[in-house]
Structure formats: structure tokens, C-alpha cells
């Protein structure tokens, strides 16, 4: 089976910079990407495309908040409680743990309170647990308690369309047309425009569109220390580099170098620790 974790490791850089100490625990099974943890130092985080839904908790005024937020379509701004000590899931694109309360396409762009979503019987247990968890094994713990009891339908079927899409798309990082997965799947561009729309909540052209970029974002991440880390970030699929950096400016709001410098300048490799 192709390692979509070395085709897609889905990242919100901004997310780092929003503190001293992220921690970031990768999982790719279960179509959760990875975990993360960190305590807020700033009021807002910028927020970038990633075609993924993350669920996130945190304490404030002794109650556990929670919320669901779907991607991006441009670059953009989330409010954060300075102090917060936030706990986070990021899911792999086209997953969706509400499917049950929404679907995909009312996620997208959108913040919801998670607690809202989450079935009553449920509800109670999780949230109670998640509240009394106090380091980050054991949340994770908790979640993954919770998201396997209600996972079925988020365990795909690897012979089904969407799981095929989504591999294509993620093993090609963006890199192909809406006419090619209708020649490889035998199905018209316009079946295959209304599969995806419902199955990943955003259209065929901003999904390769995000997966492409994500791809540049994790080459850049990746190679940051690095002279030629723009010229690694072309790799991810882009043409040429004015193709490159019209759609970074328009994901990012800035230009591929002011984007690593902001980073560097910010320690965002000293912020991060990633347990693999």
C-alpha cells in the first residue's frame, strides 16, 4: 500500500508560532493524522487551507470547551484564550466524526461547537474525560476511546471510490486534473465533481488545489534551514514558480520566502517537537 504519510503530513505552521511549546503526535490510522497540544500565547492564530477537519479542546473558566473546524478555503483567522491549554485532532481529508449531526460541506470554512455534534450518550463520558486528563497520552487516550466506539463509518472500504480518489490525489500531491480520475475511474468529470463535493465538502479543483499546497507547505517545513528549501517546495507539482507563488500568496497571504522567514524569525523548528 503507498505511504500517504509521505505524501501528506497536513500542517498548520501558524499553530506553532501561536506558542512556546507544540507537541505534535502522528498517527495516520484510523484517518486521523495526528494529535497536537499547546498552550495558547496569542488571542487569534492564522489558519491556512488543508482540506482537513481538526477537533479541538480546551479549559477556560473551569469548563472544557470544545470545537470543530473545517478547512479553510482561503488563508484566514481563528480566536484563540490566551493561557488556553489546547488539545487537537487533525483528520486525514474527506473525514468527517459528525457525520451523524453534519455533513462535510456545512464544516468547510465553518467553527462548530463540537459538544453540540456528539450523540448524548456519548457526550457525558467524553467530555468528563476528557476534562480530568492531565497530560497528553492520556487525552489521546480518551479520544481514541470515544472516536473507535463511533468509527465504522469512518473505516472505508479501500475498494470504494472515495478512498480511491483521495489516493490518487494525495500520492499525486495535487498533481493531475478531474479528467484524469475520470479516465482512471471510468466515470464522467461531472459524476465525479457532485462524489467529491459530498465526500470531502469542497470541490475537485480546491482539493487538488490544497493538497498541492500542503505538499509545498510540508517541503518548505521540512527543508527550512535549507538555501534551495523554495526550489524543494516546486516539487510538490507546481508547473513553474509564478504558478507557485500566486497560489502560496492566495493560501498563505504571503510570498513563499516571507513565509519561511516569518518562521524562522518566529523559532518555529525549536517550538515544534514531533513524536513519531
Not at 10 to 29: C, G, I, N, R
Not at 92 to 105: A, F, H, I, Y
Not at 111 to 126: G, P
Not at 141 to 159: A, G
Request: glycine share 4%.
Amino acid at each position: 500500500m503507498p505511504n500517504l504519510n509521505s505524501k501528506l503530513s497536513p500542517k498548520q505552521p501558524e499553530f506553532v508560532l501561536a506558542t512556546s511549546d507544540y507537541t505534535k503526535k502522528v498517527l495516520m490510522k484510523f484517518n486521523v493524522a495526528h494529535f497536537y497540544q499547546f498552550t495558547a500565547e496569542s488571542q487569534k492564530m492564522d489558519v491556512i487551507p488543508d482540506a482537513c477537519i481538526d477537533i479541538l479542546f480546551w479549559k477556560k473558566g473551569g469548563k472544557l470547551i470544545t470545537k470543530i473546524a473545517g478547512t479553510r478555503l482561503e488563508k484566514g483567522i481563528t480566536d484563540t484564550d490566551i493561557n488556553g491549554e489546547y488539545f487537537g485532532v487533525r483528520f486525514m481529508p474527506g473525514t468527517n466524526p459528525v457525520d451523524r449531526s453534519l455533513p462535510l460541506c456545512e464544516i468547510v470554512n465553518h467553527e462548530w461547537d463540537f459538544e453540540d455534534l456528539i450523540v448524548s450518550n456519548e457526550k457525558k463520558r467524553l467530555i468528563e474525560n476528557m476534562f480530568y486528563a492531565n497530560t497528553f497520552d492520556k487525552k489521546i487516550k480518551v479520544f481514541m476511546t470515544y472516536y473507535l466506539n463511533v468509527i465504522e463509518k469512518h473505516l472505508e472500504d479501500t475498494k470504494n471510490l472515495k478512498y480511491f480518489l483521495r489516493n490518487e490525489i494525495i500520492m499525486s500531491s495535487g498533481n493531475l486534473k478531474l479528467s484524469k480520475l475520470s479516465t482512471l475511474t471510468g466515470y464522467s468529470e461531472r459524476y465525479l465533481n457532485k462524489k467529491i463535493h459530498e465526500d470531502f465538502g469542497i470541490n475537485p479543483k480546491n482539493l487538488i488545489q490544497f493538497i498541492r499546497f500542503q505538499k509545498a507547505i510540508g517541503n518548505l517545513t521540512d527543508t527550512i534551514n535549507r538555501v534551495n528549501c523554495i526550489n524543494t517546495a516546486l516539487e510538490a507539482g507546481y508547473y513553474d514558480q509564478s504558478h507557485f507563488i500566486k497560489d502560496f500568496k492566495k493560501f498563505s497571504g504571503q510570498t513563499p520566502i516571507n513565509y519561511i522567514n516569518n518562521l524562522l524569525c518566529n523559532s518555529y523548528n525549536k517550538k515544534l517537537h514531533v513524536i513519531e
